[in-house]
């Protein structure tokens, strides 16, 4: 069901990963991306692996929730395991040759080294954004990161409320669908039935109501907005000023003996790579 999607949700905690400053979780977050696609051999994979979950445990979010953010995902990790697994060509003979298709070893290791980059992507960003950080603070993270661009006259507030709104809504969204769905459904609509066609025509007294749903939700918003005498950053205050303590410097010391010693992996030699 589309309400097991949990992409946007904050789930609240004390771990020490809910504690850590935002601004430190975003500039880890693309950190980890660029050493999730870095990782070269099984060496390095697994330690990258081990890493992940690291994070899950002292983030002290539920395993399921970690697996209901990789469901959505499957079919995505499917086709990019297909791809990798049969278009990938190796040395040798093939271990596989059914007609005109062929495996090699290099194709199998390729798509199980995919799998895992998209799984541990997934995991690791939201852990350390979504499901940790709530919308205020990743606002205020964004901003206070972005504050240099205010030179050039980008609208730097305006441009994370935007991106926080829209990723606070995500969930709510999803939740309207599912209601909207079963309402259709207790009316004797059947939307899994039928060609790929019919099914795609049932759909649309879905995106009907979901549109006047979301436009209603984005109205009301702004109203509410307009009558707290929101007026963007000009003479804006915080009640929590974002500050950097000793456990925001930790985690940064250890990632970056993590990425050092990922990137030594890197260099061991192994017949088990990927290209």
């Not at 980890?32 to 983030?59: E, H, Q, Y």
């Not at 919308?135 to 205020?140: E, K």
């Not at 730097?156 to 259709?184: C, G, S, W, Y």
Request: charged fraction near 20%; proline fraction near 4%; aromatic fraction near 8%.
């Amino acid at each position: 069901m589309l309400k097991d999607i949990t992409l946007g949700q904050f789930f609240p905690g004390s771990s020490p990963i809910h504690r850590l400053d935002p601004r430190v979780k975003l500039v880890l977050v693309v950190l980890l991306v660029v050493l999730i696609f870095s990782a070269k051999n099984i060496f390095a994979f697994s330690f990258l692996v081990l890493g992940v979950i690291s994070l899950v445990l002292l983030s002290q979010i539920s395993v399921r929730v970690v697996l209901k953010a990789i469901r959505p995902i499957l079919i995505l990790m499917l086709f990019t395991a297909i791809i990798n697994l049969f278009w990938t060509k190796g040395e040798g003979d093939p271990i596989l040759a059914l007609g005109f298709i062929k495996v090699w070893r290099e194709g199998l290791v390729n798509a199980l080294f995919m799998v895992l980059r998209i799984v541990s992507l997934v995991t690791g960003t939201s852990i350390l954004l979504t499901y940790t950080t709530s919308p205020i603070a990743l606002t205020d993270a964004l901003e206070r990161l972005l504050k240099p661009l205010k030179v050039i006259k980008v609208p730097v507030h305006e441009f994370a409320m935007m991106m926080t709104i829209a990723l606070r809504f995500i969930p709510t969204l999803l939740e309207e669908t599912d209601k909207i769905i079963n309402a259709q459904k207790a009316r004797g609509a059947s939307l899994d039935k039928g060609s790929l066609i019919d099914k795609v025509k049932a759909f649309v007294p879905i995106l009907i109501p979901l549109f006047i749903s979301a436009f209603r939700r984005a109205d009301e918003l702004a109203c509410a907005m307009e009558c707290r005498c929101y007026r963007g950053d000009d003479g804006r205050t915080r009640m929590k000023v974002l500050k950097m303590g000793g456990i925001d410097y930790l985690s940064i010391a250890v990632f970056l003996i993590f990425a050092a010693v990922l990137f030594f992996l890197n260099t061991m030699p192994t017949s088990i790579s990927v290209r």
